[in-house]
């Protein structure tokens, strides 16, 4: 099946979230080298590109050189993590971070003292590089963040994430579209050719139902799928940036003393002393 456009004859391609064909939205340059085609779907709002044959070529380096924004959205994401955590799960059970780049955020996890892995197919391990799962690691809840605009299939993603890991809590960040933006959107990053696919609040919901499980906005940044249900009080808490801080401060007072940072220190001289 084709669909005409510009006297170019383009494949047609389904939303993997909705079923239904992707409309042609526009083309542009990516890596200043490659025309590529993008696509909406008018029933889930996602928007994404042709097949991303370019991504070897993306992921030579896999943090861009222009995203100065790595730390302070890593300690932001930390901040974010603890009161979700602490309340799902008491602060309790181990956790990973499914394309953790350097680590940083595990390394913040640990510090905090959760009890958090990392590993990132594309990024040499640098803050944690100990704590990586094994092939018998089951977390209790995942973290994806800055992940989904990487996944050309974010379906199939979640379902292979899931089934990997036995686990169906991810916590992740993404930054939502209009229908769709201008071409001057600074998210597309065209200059990378890292951002394939964008999402809509509505993408999200669909996505979250497909998998039969409940999809929680925390913020237009910060989202959680799960098969848990929060409940209502507690996701307002969340929700909102005051009652999350006051909150984050009762959880910090309740974790005094928890960090795992001497306890790694420790952990990784003693396996330093039998190389």
């Known amino acids: 099946m084709v669909v005409l456009k510009s006297d170019l004859i383009m494949e047609q391609y389904d939303c993997p979230i909705s079923g239904k064909p992707l409309k042609w939205s526009f083309s542009e340059t990516v890596l200043a080298k490659y025309k590529v085609n993008y696509f909406y779907c008018d029933d889930s709002g996602l928007l994404r590109t042709e097949e991303p ?34 309340h799902l ?17 595990t390394r ?11 590993t990132d197919r594309y990024c040499a391990n640098i803050f944690a590089p100990i704590f990586e799962p094994t092939e018998e690691f089951f977390p209790d809840a995942i973290f994806a ?66 998998l039969n499980c409940n999809y929680y906005m925390l913020s237009p940044t910060h989202h959680i799928i799960t098969e848990r249900e929060l409940s209502r009080p507690m996701f307002l808490v969340l929700r909102n940036d005051r009652l999350r801080g006051l909150y984050s401060l009762y959880v910090n007072y309740k974790r005094r003393g928890k960090s795992l940072t001497w306890d790694d220190h420790l952990r990784i001289k003693q396996l330093i002393g039998k190389r």
């Open 108 to 118: 913040l996890m640990r510090d905090a003292g959760f009890d958090c892995y990392s």
């Open 53 to 86: 044959y370019w991504l070897d070529e993306a992921y030579q380096n896999a943090i861009a050189d222009t995203d100065t924004g790595i730390a302070a959205r890593n300690w932001l994401n930390c901040s974010i993590l603890t009161p979700i955590l602490h």
């Open 145 to 210: 963040f800055e992940v989904f605009e990487h996944v050309h299939d974010p379906m199939q993603f979640l379902k292979d994430v899931f089934d990997r890991y036995r686990c169906k809590t991810v916590i992740f960040s993404q930054t939502f579209h209009e229908s769709p933006p201008s071409n001057n959107w600074w998210y597309y990053s065209f200059e990378t050719g890292q951002h394939i696919t964008f999402f809509q609040p509505r993408t999200l919901s669909m996505l979250a139902k497909r």
């Open 89 to 105: 799960f008491k602060g309790n059970g181990r956790f990973l971070d499914i394309a953790g780049g350097y680590g940083l955020l």
